[in-house]
């Protein structure tokens, strides 16, 4: 579960740097594409503006000086002008009077058309040179035109001269350029792609397996080392963890070294304690008040000696001397057994344990007898000191799903939600009054996944209190040998 959110916040990381990186790249993509796009248009434009300007004033200044002022003459030698224009295959030509109208045109159908546009009222009007572009009204094709005065010796306009010429193939060009230009940019995103994403693998990958490591050490696993694999901030933080399992692991370590030995020592004085509490219980010149301290005497080190046991059992655990005698088990015949062993001490506490035997046969499994029984009765001892109030334990098994399924239910206070998640860690006390080591499920808890098991603590949902205690073990397969 930490590496899978491990892995979800990584991938937040990696989303966030992509958004940020591409979003920048396609903006400075797009702004360079249409800037380029456009500028290429200005160019093209202003170079087809130049060149029928540069037309267009020459010609003009040539067929003003040789043009009289009678229209006749202004008329023919428009048509002889016309007929003998060498770029009509590329330009269209055309003479306008002064109402605007169209005398000649190279291309014979603008004939006695009327073009209106801003360049033809320039030059009439206003006797300079104008340009436009646009469309033609008829065809709706892109054009651009430039127009220039024909003025007579005398100073009057007598009419104009304009050139058009088609704007097709210069727009096809700027449409070419412009995609080759957009391709560009999209081959950059995607290097700008690849880049990042191969960079992010550098950083997120060894922050994932971080990621993973740090939760195993918050699991227990202290001592486990990282490899290192870049020698940057990732490999500091490499080192720095691994110096912290390390550390972890040694102070684990210590820290069961000094329980093994204080618990040993621990054993003998106990030892001699019960022996003699039992012995004095039987003298009968000691009075009643010193008989009830006795008692008491032989209660607490019977439990101190309970605390012992599961320490010692807990530092075999973390040495790894914990050991299973695996066989065939009857896990209904253990259970019950460690109920009739355990259930007449309870009664005498004032505690029922409720067990009907199942009315099915369970299937075996393969485990240790003696180790499951410990953890049985170590589940209802819990039952027992956090349920006394309801004096009774509600214990059942049956099978399902590929499991043999325990379950004990005390009726006392049940554990508040946001403890649950924490009771089977060692050393772990809760919010309780009870007294314990705060190890004893946590001993029960690698004893069932030992054996590929599963035990799972909830407390009840039926509108009563309790907590229900839930042991899963795996029923036995051909091929399940070992554990």
Known sequence: MGKLLGK??????????????????????????????????????????????????????????????????????????TESFEDKDRLELQFINTRGVVEVSSYGISAGTTPGSPDVRRALEDRQLGAWNGRRSATGEP??????????????????????TSLRLVNRQIAVISAAAAGIGLLVILAVIFCNLYVIRTVTEPLVE????????AEGSYGIQAQKKYDDEIGDLTDAINEMSAKIGESERTQTQFISTVSHELRTPLTAITGWAE???????????????????SKESGRLTKMVEELLEFTRIQDGRFNLNVETLDVASE?????????????????????????????????????????????????AKYGRAAGRILVTIGAAGGWVVVRFRDFGPGIPPEELPFVKKKFYKGSGKERGS??????????????????????????????????????????????
């Open 8 to 81: 979800a916040h990584l991938r937040g990381l990696k989303s966030r740097w992509l958004r940020s990186g591409i979003l920048l790249t396609i903006a400075i993509v797009v702004l360079f594409t249409v800037v380029f796009s456009l500028g290429i248009r200005s160019y093209y434009y202003s170079a087809v503006r130049t060149g029928l300007t540069t037309k267009a004033q020459s010609a003009s200044a040539f067929f003003t000086g040789y043009v009289s002022r009678t229209y006749s003459q202004y008329y023919q030698s428009a048509y002889r002008y």
């Open 143 to 164: 054009i651009m035109a430039v127009t220039a005065p024909l003025i007579s010796p005398d100073g009057a306009v007598i009419g104009a001269m304009r050139y058009v």
């Open 210 to 217: 971080l990621t993973a490591l740090a939760h195993r050490i």
């Open 279 to 297: 012995t004095l219980a039987y003298d009968e010149s000691i009075s009643d008040d010193a008989q009830r301290g006795i008692a008491i005497i």
């Open 335 to 383: 259970l019950e057994e460690a109920i009739y062993t355990y259930g007449n001490l309870m009664k005498q506490e004032g505690m029922n344990v409720e067990y009907d035997p199942p009315e099915e046969d369970i299937p075996p499994v393969l485990g240790d007898g003696s180790r499951l029984k410990q953890v049985f009765l170590n589940i209802m001892d819990n039952a």
């Open 438 to 483: 705060g190890i004893g499920l946590s001993v029960c808890d690698e004893i069932v996944t030992r054996h590929k098991g599963k035990l799972e603590l909830e407390n009840a949902s039926d509108g009563r209190s309790g907590l229900i205690v839930t042991v899963m073990l795996p029923v036995m397969k051909e091929e399940d040998l070992t554990i």
